[in-house]
């Protein structure tokens, strides 16, 4: 039996991937030290507002601020699969952002607990997505 799960048990779901995604970012830069790159940079300024804008939805009790978590969530989404693109290599090395400035896109500074930082970054913005998403089915019966 499949439990039915109300829009506000989503969202309240896609704000705490966006808050857990936001910290986690500050700690790697502020407490870690490692500075990040180009593409991380954008990343950053789809995800931080996701956190802060689904968080006050979530206090106005607005059903339908789902729509912009799924809007910010795309967005970073596309530049998180462009840097996991980058990082496996699927994109040619000279279409890369970060290697005129600053730290490289696809080093071994990208890994965290063994894991590539952009397809954690991707993984993010694919939940905060789809319990966005989610958010909206209900509020629309």
């Known amino acids: 039996m499949i439990a039915k799960v109300t829009g506000e048990a989503a969202l309240a779901a896609a704000w705490l991937v966006a808050l857990a995604a936001?910290?986690?970012?500050l700690f790697i830069g502020e407490?870690?030290?490692?500075?990040?790159?180009?593409?991380?940079?954008?990343q950053r300024a789809f995800m931080f507002p996701l956190a802060i804008v689904l968080?006050?939805?979530?206090?106005?009790?607005?059903?339908r601020i789902?729509?912009?978590?799924?809007?910010?969530s795309l967005g970073g989404g596309a530049v998180a699969l462009w840097h996991t693109g980058l990082y496996f290599g699927i994109i040619p090395e000279p279409i890369q952002p970060c290697t005129a400035t600053g730290p490289s896109c696809t080093d071994e500074n990208q890994l965290i607990l063994g894991v590539p930082i952009p397809l954690l970054?991707?993984?993010?913005?694919?939940?905060?997505?789809?319990?966005?998403?989610?958010?909206?089915?209900?509020?629309?019966a």
């Open 55 to 63: 968080g006050l939805g979530l206090w106005w009790q607005d059903a």
């Open 31 to 42: 407490v870690l030290g490692q500075m990040p790159c180009l593409l991380c940079w954008y």
């Open 22 to 25: 936001t910290l986690s970012v």
């Open 66 to 72: 789902g729509r912009y978590g799924v809007a910010l």
């Open 121 to 140: 970054s991707l993984l993010a913005f694919t939940l905060t997505a789809c319990l966005s998403a989610l958010s909206l089915k209900e509020s629309r």
